[in-house]
């Protein structure tokens, strides 16, 4: 014992003296429900204080903390549906690829048959206006 500093001898000490009586108090149904009764407490005094703060910084004609929050979430769904969308978009255009490349194999031999491409075919020019 002599290796271990004064302080943490002193601690060692109190602690074999204290800790029983503690770890049996802790396992009882009254600190249960003093910690139940703390935690209620708690809580009910954090909305309080939330709400006085909400109408200060209100009355300052300045955001709180509750309207940032609503705001990350609006952000964070216009996010998802950008990605969605973004997504969507990719499928389109791949389909249109696909199903460009599948057509272009039909328009060359369509325009070695009439010596030009189907889409050109049967429209009629129209002149450019200024």
């Known amino acids: 014992m002599a290796d271990k500093p004064l302080w943490r001898q002193a601690f ?29 407490l708690q809580a009910d005094l954090r909305a309080r204080l939330e709400r006085q703060t909400r109408r200060l910084w209100h009355a300052a004609n300045l955001p709180a903390g509750s309207d940032v929050t609503r705001l990350r979430e609006q952000v964070a769904a216009l996010d998802r549906q ?21 057509t272009d194999g039909a328009q060359s031999q369509d325009t070695a048959r009439h010596g030009q491409p189907r889409a050109a075919r049967g429209r ?7």
């Open 82 to 102: 950008l990605r969605l969308l973004t997504a969507a978009i990719d499928d389109a255009r791949k389909d249109q690829a696909h199903a460009t490349a599948s």
């Open 12 to 40: 060692d000490r109190v602690d074999r003296a204290v800790a029983p009586t503690l770890e049996g108090f802790v396992q009882t149904s009254t600190f249960a429900d003093a910690v139940s009764v703390s935690l209620k």
């Open 124 to 130: 009629a020019q129209r002149p450019s206006r200024p």
